[in-house]
């Protein structure tokens, strides 16, 4: 006699992860998004939630470098921090209006506090030690 064999049958449902990215800033969205240097002399944040201001540009390496590790954050962190970016070659007075003289510069935006300023490609565990002194976030 010969031996069976018997295969049990399981359906496997995959789920895609809504992957959430960070987004681009005009002059007029960061107006409406992060702060309206236009209407207001002192600082005051738009937003709802804590906020990361990556000020990049092309053909900077390091800022190729760090803009994987910003798409991750913006994963983890999704709906406690909203990661944005500027190209600073397109929107040069966003760039002069925050006196960036070297790229990547993070702007690190608390809910209640003054924005502090990063420069470099910081590694990814130095951005959580940030995220979480200056933003008052964990994940």
């Known amino acids: 006699m010969k031996p069976?064999?018997?295969?049990e049958t399981k359906t496997i449902t995959f789920?895609?992860?809504?992957?959430?990215?960070?987004?681009?800033?005009?002059?007029q969205t960061f107006l409406e998004?992060?702060?309206?240097?236009?209407?207001?002399?002192?600082?005051?944040h738009e937003g709802k939630l804590p906020a990361i201001i990556d000020?990049?540009?092309?053909w900077c390496g390091p800022c190729k470098m760090i803009a994987p590790v910003l798409e991750?954050?913006?994963n983890e962190y999704v709906g406690k921090i909203n990661i944005y970016k500027?190209?600073?070659?397109?929107?040069q007075e966003l760039a002069?209006?925050?006196?960036?003289?070297?790229?990547?510069?993070?702007?690190?935006?608390?809910m209640s506090e003054q924005p502090q300023m990063a420069n470099g490609?910081?590694?990814k565990q130095e951005l959580h030690k940030l995220i979480k002194e200056v933003l008052k976030v964990e994940i």
């Open 4 to 7: 069976r064999f018997f295969y």
């Open 15 to 27: 789920v895609p992860q809504k992957m959430i990215m960070t987004e681009n800033l005009t002059k």
């Open 33 to 44: 998004k992060v702060f309206n240097y236009e209407k207001n002399k002192d600082w005051m």
């Open 55 to 58: 000020f990049y540009a092309d």
């Open 72 to 74: 991750e954050l913006s």
């Open 86 to 91: 500027v190209d600073t070659e397109a929107e």
């Open 96 to 110: 002069a209006a925050f006196a960036i003289r070297s790229i990547p510069s993070m702007l690190f935006i608390p």
């Open 121 to 123: 490609a910081l590694p």
